[in-house]
């Protein structure tokens, strides 16, 4: 299977370090030799703009990667995937992450598992360009996002909790037909869920020197990094064998805003008067059924 990595900062930050383990992980101390890609939000505008660099080819070896850590590309940010092909062939069309537009935001998603059988009806404003079942549950996702909040817009978008309640729910939906270990960003937040493995871990001051588990590589983060500077890393599996990560429960799905843990599914819950309001809004509430379990989502505006 495929193999992921995000970040989420504080302050525009690089992600080379961890990039390095990552990458020999495309080929070379593992499988994932099909294709790669890299997204990354820009950091100096106010604007919701997205960079993101795929190549079908091995990361382990690629050029075009060795050139984008040579830039020192900071963001606050950033996901990334290589692939292990399963549904779909070889192509830049079938690389992660994959990128689509909603509420006049760009959203990416990167996905690691199989999911069988998994077909759903999408009314076309979503729709898949490659093969992978990746590609399908990135598309159903938005789409039932869309149809939960129907009144939202680029300058009213939905409150993160409403939008964490959301997508909990949707990925244990399509986590039903296989294993759904994925990662869904809007450039603010990001949402990640695991069927069985991701993991994360935070560094914040004081910051110590951490090496690579792929590798003999250390890096002395106190020398990269200011007291006020905070981070959370997740992937697949942990980077780096010196420091303290956290594995993920099967069917577990956190939230990540600016470097920090916002709401999870049981490390950092929703606070009882933030369910409470969700649950006595007086905002219209939605329930699909869709050949699906049905879900209902009280939706509330920011």
Partial sequence: MCQLLGMSCREPATINFSLEGFQARGGLTDEHKDGWGIAFFETDSAHNRCRIFLDHQPAANSALLDNIKAQQIKSRLILAHIRKATFGDVSLRNCHPFQRELWGQTWVFSHNGDLHNFHPLLSGRYLPVGETDSERAFCYLLERLEQYFPQATAQKPPDYRAIYQALRALSQEIAAFGTFNMMLSNGDLLFTHCSTHLAYVERRYPFTRVTLVD???????SAHNSPADQMIVIATKPLTRDETWTCYQPGESLLFRAGSAV???HRYPLSPTTEQSME????????????YPAVTINWAMA
């Fill in 280 to 291: 006595q809004s007086t905002q219209p509430s939605l329930t699909l059924h869709t050949g």
């Fill in 263 to 265: 709401a999870g599914s």
């Fill in 215 to 221: 590798s003999e590589t250390s890096l002395d983060l």
